[in-house]
T-cell receptor, first 111, second 114 residues
Framework: QKEVEQNSGPLSVPEGAIASLNCTYS??????FFWYRQYSGKSPELIMF????GDKEDGRFTAQLNKASQYVSLLIRDSQPSDSATYLC???????????FGGGTRLMVKP | ETGVTQTPRHLVMGMTNKKSLKCEQH?????MYWYKQSAKKPLELMFV???????ENNSVPSRFSPECPNSSHLFLHLHTLQPEDSALYLC?????????????FGPGTRLTVT
């Protein structure tokens, strides 16, 4: 059974700090990795995706992928209170575009 | 949110009712998905449609019946549901079902079964 694991949190960081969100996955055949942000009462919003080992940067967000360790992370630099949300890690394998989601990490950025 | 719309946004139904959820995407995508998000559980994929053909049924009970009349519209027909079916039902779309294609979500329908 394919699994995606995240620490549920809450992860609390002060405003301006770097928030580090982690995700591990069990299916070694996984090919594509996504990070979604979900505010309370809202639907998931895609913020990053990564396919290759290494880092991918987009503004204040950096996704990091290590396929050998089956580990993907999201770094948020200069965290803002508006970043407070649940961050969902999603993975799909070589079985098409079916996403398996982790349970999400709740991030709280305190002013 | 305007790329993928869902109606109704909230629905309360009894266990003997029949209702339908509607999803419409305005992105020109060819694949559409239904997900279920229950409290304290990860998002679960229910159904996948590609070019109006169902390509995945993730062991969903028959009381949930999807319908995809064209590539822009997706329905989820509900009948004789159970209280444990209360959840947020999310529709998503993508350009295709090719591996790694980004999925974009609608706002969801909050369903309560009484």
């Amino acid at each position: 059974q394919k699994e995606v694991e995240q620490n549920s949190g809450p992860l609390s960081v002060p405003e301006g700090a770097i928030a580090s969100l982690n995700c591990t996955y069990s299916d070694r055949g996984s090919q594509s990795f996504f990070w979604y942000r979900q505010y309370s009462g809202k639907s998931p919003e895609l913020i990053m995706f990564i396919y290759s080992n290494g880092d991918k940067e987009d503004g204040r967000f950096t996704a990091q992928l290590n396929k050998a360790s089956q580990y993907v992370s999201l770094l948020i630099r200069d965290s803002q209170p508006s970043d407070s949300a649940t961050y969902l890690c999603a993975v799909n394998s070589n079985a098409g575009n079916m996403l398996t989601f982790g349970g999400g990490t709740r991030l709280m950025v305190k002013p | 949110e305007t790329g993928v719309t869902q109606t109704p946004r909230h629905l309360v139904m009894g266990m003997t009712n029949k209702k339908s959820l509607k999803c419409e995407q305005h992105l020109g995508h060819n694949a559409m998905y239904w997900y279920k998000q229950s409290a304290k559980k990860p998002l679960e994929l229910m159904f996948v449609y590609s070019l109006e053909e169902r390509v995945e049924n993730n062991s969903v009970p028959s009381r949930f019946s999807p319908e995809c009349p064209n590539s822009s519209h997706l329905f989820l027909h509900l009948h004789t549901l159970q209280p444990e079916d209360s959840a947020l039902y999310l529709c998503a779309s993508s350009t295709s079902v090719r591996l790694g294609t980004e999925q974009y979500f609608g706002p969801g329908t909050r369903l309560t079964v009484t």
